[in-house]
């Protein structure tokens, strides 16, 4: 068994050596938040080439709220967020 498991393995080897590991390259704005006083909803630009290479940048502060749980979009478009509690904002993005 453990000369099937290292053959196994070999070839994986080989085959990923012989052609990479690739993904799609990919762009576009992540939306996120932090549970802290001030601007506290965000979005970032991200880049990834498909190899090696992500990166980050245009972080942009949008808006300050009492509170920043998660965020999603609604059915119109607006990126809207909620809070811990019974309490929701909503804007547009």
């Known amino acids: 068994m453990r000369g099937t498991s290292g053959l ?4 994986l080897l080989l085959t990923c050596g012989l052609t990479g590991l690739r993904a ?3 762009t576009g704005t992540l939306f996120y938040t932090t549970f802290s006083g001030g601007v ?4 970032v630009d991200y880049n ?3 190899l090696t290479t992500f990166t ?3 972080n942009t502060g ?4 009492n509170g920043a749980d998660g965020l999603l ?3 119109d478009g607006k990126l809207t967020g909620g809070r811990t509690g019974e ?7």
């Open 87 to 93: 309490q929701s904002y909503g804007g547009d993005n």
């Open 62 to 65: 949008l808006a300050s709220t």
């Open 48 to 50: 990834f080439d498909g």
């Open 24 to 26: 799609d390259s990919a």
């Open 8 to 11: 196994y393995l070999a070839a």
């Open 73 to 75: 979009f609604a059915p």
């Open 56 to 58: 980050l940048s245009n």
């Open 40 to 43: 506290n909803v965000h979005k």
